[in-house]
T-cell receptor, first 113, second 113 residues
Framework: QKEVEQNSGPLSVPEGAIASLNCTYSDRGSQSFFWYRQYSGKSPELIMSIYSNGDKEDGRFTAQLNKASQYVSLLIRDSQPSDSATYLCAVRGRGSTLGRLYFGRGTQLTVWP | DTAVSQTPKYLVTQMGNDKSIKCEQNLGHDTMYWYKQDSKKFLKIMFSYNNKELIINETVPNRFSPKSPDKAHLNLHINSLELGDSAVYFC????????????FGQGTRLTVV
């Protein structure tokens, strides 16, 4: 399924830099979007949700949504080695696919000291 | 207090066997899911139940049968296990099928030998 696509990475940034993770989705009517973080061997953990166009900030994380371009991004400011993980973009289905939460294949981020 | 818990965490079994994975959530959510994460880390939805009713049944072999005795529990039974069934299976729950985030259990790593 190609409902959600992410830049596959891996992405490597130095400590203190801004990490930028991108995601596009195919269903123009999608209403809700999520970013999950998954450490190796662990389960996905929700870090951000966004529903409206624009930016949403939570600490060092900023999610950006542009529904016209069908694009969601996650910025991590002042990246830390503890941010090293795989980041998963997820999009809620609607209509005939209501109830489904589709995931991208994830972007692996490494933050080096 | 674990919100979404699944057992067992690890399962190693021989081809042809039948096995079950159990999931329970104490969040009071109406909707529960089973996801399969393959070796390339792609999270693919398998099933979803809303208030004990099956609402999503993706293209999954008939050997996989979910059961929801009540809205807090969702189990997955797998018959005649095959090598290709080896993966990590995640249970998740969300408040409902609308624009809400999902919370994941810790996963069950199934290895078929």
């Amino acid at each position: 399924q190609k409902e959600v696509e992410q830049n596959s990475g891996p992405l490597s940034v130095p400590e203190g830099a801004i990490a930028s993770l991108n995601c596009t989705y195919s269903d123009r009517g999608s209403q809700s979007f999520f970013w999950y973080r998954q450490y190796s061997g662990k389960s996905p953990e929700l870090i951000m949700s966004i529903y409206s166009n624009g930016d949403k900030e939570d600490g060092r994380f900023t999610a950006q949504l542009n529904k016209a371009s069908q694009y969601v991004s996650l910025l991590i400011r002042d990246s830390q080695p503890s941010d090293s993980a795989t980041y998963l973009c997820a999009v809620r289905g609607r209509g005939s696919t209501l109830g489904r939460l589709y995931f991208g294949r994830g972007t692996q981020l490494t933050v080096w000291p | 207090d674990t919100a979404v818990s699944q057992t067992p965490k690890y399962l190693v079994t021989q081809m042809g066997n039948d096995k079950s994975i159990k999931c329970e959530q104490n969040l009071g959510h109406d909707t529960m899911y089973w996801y399969k994460q393959d070796s390339k880390k792609f999270l693919k939805i398998m099933f979803s139940y809303n208030n004990k009713e099956l609402i999503i049944n993706e293209t999954v072999p008939n050997r996989f049968s979910p059961k929801s005795p009540d809205k807090a529990h969702l189990n997955l039974h797998i018959n005649s296990l095959e090598l290709g069934d080896s993966a990590v299976y995640f249970c998740a729950s969300s408040h409902d099928t609308g624009n809400t985030e999902a919370f994941f259990g810790q996963g069950t790593r199934l290895t078929v030998v």
